[in-house]
């Protein structure tokens, strides 16, 4: 995957944040049908130290970590960023970038 983003916020409250390339727009999570793919492929990476929890938030990093944030205590952590299903991280990039805003003059 070619780096099409800086960084990625995958919201609880119900929206995902696409940063890079000069962009910066959030799109309702509900209009994408392949963040789900990716919330559940990190969540299966939790280390067995912490409790599931429902999400607060996920921060993907472009090549540097992912960042889980649980509502709950101690269910928060991290993983490198090629840990991550990449056949899952680039479907949701690809339908977030479908999902840009028609600029407005």
Do not use: R, W
Not at 9 to 33: A, D, R
Not at 37 to 51: F, M
Not at 53 to 68: A, E, M, P, Q
Request: aromatic share 10%.
């Amino acid at each position: 995957m070619a780096n099409t983003f800086n960084t990625i916020h995958i919201f609880g409250f119900g929206s995902t944040q696409f940063i890079g390339n000069g962009k910066n727009y959030s799109v309702p999570s509900s209009e994408l049908t392949t963040v789900q793919d990716v919330i559940d492929d990190v969540k299966s990476k939790k280390p067995q130290d912490k409790v599931v929890s429902d999400l607060h938030g996920i921060n993907i990093f472009y090549g540097l970590k992912v960042s889980f944030m649980g509502k709950e205590k101690n269910s928060s952590f991290s993983i490198k960023f090629n840990e991550i299903d990449s056949t899952k991280l680039t479907a949701l990039v690809n339908e977030l970038i479908s999902k840009e805003p028609t600029p407005t003059n």
